[in-house]
């Protein structure tokens, strides 16, 4: 990313430094996956309970435990928390589902059940800060999944703010801005490509 480029020029500026954006495997995640009666099954969960997806390691800077500010304010979507043990234990997300039981922790799944979730879910929650690159974020858009993320890292290089999802600054006021761009996308699915 451009992003991860001016970061190593800094300490390498008379290197040339060339940024070639990865790809995703489109025969992979593809909208042409969505299934919610899949869903449903795999969630345990009505086919019209709308569903916000995280998927990241569980680390402090990717910021995971948003997920149950979230699911506490928005209690009729069901929130899923992909991502192995990091900073985050498994103790931390028995705890954020005490609190709300619209949270389900996979620690890892398939890659290709990671496209059929990001294929049949309404949206991709990405409070991460300083992202490098967010191959996350691509493949969930390739999977016709719109993007709520905060604006920060190379994020802004992928995610097109009111066009593939919504970008939030970091700050006051943000968990706020996130709970409402989800909550506006699981009832409008204008964004979602098929």
Same mark, same amino acid.
């Given at each position: ?33 969505? $299934? ?13 309970k709308p ?6 390691? &569980? &680390? ?5 435990d ?25 103790? $931390? ?23 059929? &979730?990001?294929?049949?879910? $309404? ?10 690159? !967010? ?9 016709? &999944? ?14 097109? $703010? !009111? ?13 706020k ?18």
């Open positions: 990313s451009e992003y991860i480029r001016g970061s190593l020029l800094q300490s390498f500026p008379e290197k040339r430094i060339v940024v070639t954006l990865e790809g995703v495997d489109a025969e992979v995640f593809t909208p042409k996956k969505r $299934d919610r009666v899949w869903l449903s099954a795999f969630l345990n969960c009505s086919t019209e569903v916000a997806v995280f998927v990241g390691h &569980l &680390l402090k800077r990717k910021r995971p948003f997920i149950v500010s979230l699911a506490e304010r928005l209690p009729n979507v069901e929130f899923v928390l992909v991502g192995r043990e990091g900073h985050f234990t498994r103790s $931390d997300v028995s705890e954020w589902q005490s609190r709300a039981a619209n949270v389900h922790w996979f620690q890892s799944l398939e890659r290709d059940v990671v496209a059929r &979730l990001f294929a049949s879910a $309404d949206v991709l929650f990405f409070p991460t800060l300083d992202e490098p690159f !967010g191959f996350t974020t691509i493949e969930a858009m390739a999977s016709g &999944l719109p993007v709520v993320a905060t604006k920060s890292g190379a994020t802004p290089e992928i995610v097109r $703010d !009111g066009i593939d999802g919504f970008l939030i600054p970091e700050g006051a006021g943000e968990l801005e996130f709970e409402k761009k989800i909550a506006m996308l699981v009832e409008n699915s204008k964004m979602r490509r098929n």
